[in-house]
DNA sequence: CCGAATGGTTTATAAAATAAACCAAATATC
DNA sequence: GATATTTGGTTTATTTTATAAACCATTCGG
């Protein structure tokens, strides 16, 4: 049995790579809505997939508010890809 | 996005769970095995899915030497199913 | 016998996830 | 126009989880 990519074997790193696998870019406040996390636990999640190189994290302004917009890289969609493959042979389908 | 059951969301626990779901039963040595696990791993994850009422876990003898048996209960089939459902959201098939 | 192998369990350690506390700037409140 | 509150986060501490290491009883092999 090959071993599941233990940086998106988690839940909440799994659901952000798979929203930004269907949208051009999401931010910050977006991506804690969607996987109702809390905001350090999401902080620290998107560190490590944009230190992971799966995803870029762009820190800029909106009017006069920070905003954080994540997109996933060419890496971070291989990585997905490749572990959707693999976790395909545990669920038998 | 629902939640997905922490209890299979391990890649051992998982592997284990998949295993038993193809066949009748399977002992201590054949699952450590076929996952590739340390023993003491593997003791510790199928006692949590033995405490959750996932599996049933039948400690025997063969021959002279200690056999455990393992196989998947109703209640186990019945949350691995639903873990799939609800991966299958995540992973957009 | 004595050392290694088998089939595990128990306990300690490392790593991960989560929560709590904090911070700076903006906005609303009185 | 001070001050309390909200927004959009980060950092640090705590809890939980996974993994590894140590151990134990029995058996087999020389």
């Known amino acids: 049995m090959k071993e599941l990519n233990p940086l998106l074997h988690s839940q909440l790193r799994l659901a952000v ?5 269907n949208v051009e870019e999401a931010d910050f ?4 809505e969607k996987t109702e996390s ?10 490590k997939l944009s230190n992971a190189g799966y995803i870029s994290v762009e820190k800029g302004m909106s ?3 920070p905003r954080t ?5 060419p890496e971070g969609r291989k990585a997905f890809e ?3 493959e693999v976790l395909k042979t545990y ?3």
């Open 17 to 21: 790579i798979s929203i930004l696998m």
């Open 63 to 65: 009017g006069k508010r």
């Open 82 to 84: 490749e572990y959707v």
């Open 69 to 73: 917009i994540c997109s996933i890289t």
């Open 38 to 47: 809390t905001a350090g636990n999401l902080s620290v999640q998107l560190d």
């Open 29 to 32: 406040v977006y991506l804690k």
């Open 91 to 93: 669920l038998n389908i």
